[in-house]
């Protein structure tokens, strides 16, 4: 089959797996075996989970490692992942059949840790559409820095000004754009309060993107 000269790169939370629920009821759960309740955590929506932790223990005076609580984190959604049978979102194993049988390569970069990422994808069945992965353990610093995703470019051997990145927040879509690649705002009502003025392209259904991205690569 004949490679399309566009390709797309994927972010996870929010675009293929309907996690922003299960990140904040691990990190209810979490803050409130410290004591520590009441507080707004969809706030932190797109917000790195290093970011969000360490804000945590700064305000509350947590004296658990910030890797040990990324650890519980993640633990915790993975196992509700699994105990749950929590499926894609909508649209997405649609949307990636049609890339992948019109040669549109596919590629991860995910904000998320690699201890979280690849459980995901491997219990979602999507794990062979993602030939180059990258994730929050392969970067110092997450999202909007265009890091992640310079670094998938890198591994692809890809200009971003060639591709597009399908990202929920607005900090995904300011990272994607950052690394020359063309945006497309997945707007998900679970991601919390996101703007999506500065992506080229919004959508409400991940099947609108295939019509986006083959238009591209004629």
């Known amino acids: 089959m004949r490679q399309s000269k566009t390709f797309v790169v994927f972010d996870m939370d929010g675009v293929l797996l309907d996690s922003e629920p299960l990140h904040l009821a691990a990190k209810l759960d979490i803050l409130k075996g410290f004591g520590v309740t009441g507080i707004d955590v969809a706030g932190y929506a797109g ?3 290093i970011e969000f932790w360490t804000d945590m223990k700064r305000e509350f005076g947590i004296q658990e490692d910030t890797l040990d609580l ?3 984190q993640y633990s915790h959604i ?5 105990s749950d049978k929590v499926q894609p979102i909508d649209g997405a194993v649609e949307l990636l059949e049609t890339l992948n049988e019109n ?5 991860l970069a995910s904000a998320s840790h690699s201890q979280l ?3 995901v994808i491997e219990e979602l069945k999507l794990a062979g559409y993602f030939p180059v992965v990258v994730t929050g353990s392969d970067t110092s610093a997450s ?3 265009p890091g992640i995703y310079l670094l998938a470019l890198e591994r692809m051997s890809r200009a971003g000004k060639d591709g597009f990145a399908v990202e929920d927040t607005t900090n995904g879509i300011r990272s994607a754009a950052g690394a020359g690649l063309h945006t497309i705002g997945y707007i998900n009502p679970m991601s919390g309060p996101q703007h999506y003025d500065e992506a080229e392209y919004r959508v409400t259904s991940l099947r609108d993107i295939a019509e986006i991205v083959l238009n591209k690569s004629k």
């Open 78 to 82: 993975l196992s509700h992942v699994i």
């Open 70 to 72: 990324l650890n519980m």
């Open 47 to 49: 917000i790195g989970n």
């Open 103 to 107: 040669g549109v390569e596919t590629a």
């Open 117 to 119: 990422v690849y459980p």
């Open 143 to 145: 999202k909007p820095d």
